[in-house]
Antibody
Framework: QVQLQESGPGLVRPSATLSLTCTVS????????WSWIRQPPGKGLEWIAY???????DYNPSLRSRITTVVDTSKSQFSLKLSSVTAADTAVYYC??????????????WGPGILVTVSS | EIVLTQSPGTLSLSPGERAALSCRAS???????LTWYQQKPGQAPRLLIY???SRATGIPDRFSGSGSGTDFTLTISRLEPEDFAVYYC?????????FGQGTKVEIK
């Protein structure tokens, strides 16, 4: 069973960098397609980034200049850094994994999410 | 990127009624890689349907997904009280994967 868990601070100061880590268990670390998604309070789901096992990344154009992602397969982890945050970045942040990647029956697995509040 | 448009925005129905939710894509979804989620307040999205029509483990058979290409439908055959929630579609056939804006199913 694939499981994901987000971790990181729940409060970030304005203009600082938001840093989150997702730990994946039960999934493939050789062939993966991982994602960060967020949901501001009372709003819909917004994709932030996709990371492929090949090293290719897709970043949401509206956030691209502020995003950095890092993959550590030795720990089955991937991380998100979002710089220069404002109150508009307050949201529940989810990580997700598409498993088994490349298989016709592949499906998304999600973490429980972490609320990150940007406030002084 | 592919834009997904869900309709209606809100669906007001009574328990026992049938619900049909639409998800329309701006271009064809490759291999019908489309997912439906249910979300209740304070909870993470719950996977209902993947691959347009495959029910996820543990999902009641009153939920069904259909469609192909650019038009997809989630049908709830008879609404139970616990089905009143927000529903999202997501396509993952083309990168980047994108979400619809959601349909709220509320009690009439």
């Amino acid at each position: 069973q694939v499981q994901l868990q987000e971790s990181g601070p729940g409060l970030v100061r304005p203009s600082a960098t938001l840093s989150l880590t997702c730990t994946v268990s039960g999934g493939s670390i050789s062939t993966f397609y991982w994602s960060w998604i967020r949901q501001p309070p009372g709003k819909g789901l917004e994709w932030i980034a996709y990371v492929y096992y090949s090293g290719t990344t897709d970043y949401n154009p509206s956030l691209r200049s502020r995003i950095t992602t890092v993959v550590d397969t030795s720990k089955s982890q991937f991380s998100l850094k979002l710089s220069s945050v404002t109150a508009a970045d307050t949201a529940v942040y989810y990580c997700a994994s598409l498993e088994p990647y490349g298989d016709p029956t592949m499906r998304w697995y999600w973490g429980p999410g972490i609320l990150v509040t940007v406030s002084s | 990127e592919i834009v997904l448009t869900q309709s209606p925005g809100t669906l007001s129905l009574s328990p026992g009624e049938r619900a049909a939710l639409s998800c329309r894509a701006s271009q064809s979804v490759s291999r019908n890689y489309l997912t439906w989620y249910q979300q209740k307040p304070g909870q993470a999205p719950r996977l209902l349907i993947y691959g347009a029509s495959s029910r996820a483990t543990g999902i009641p058979d009153r939920f069904s997904g259909s469609g192909s290409g650019t038009d997809f439908t989630l049908t709830i055959s008879r609404l139970e009280p616990e089905d009143f929630a927000v529903y999202y579609c997501q396509q993952y056939g083309s990168s980047p994967g994108t979400f619809g804006q959601g349909t709220k199913v509320e009690i009439k």
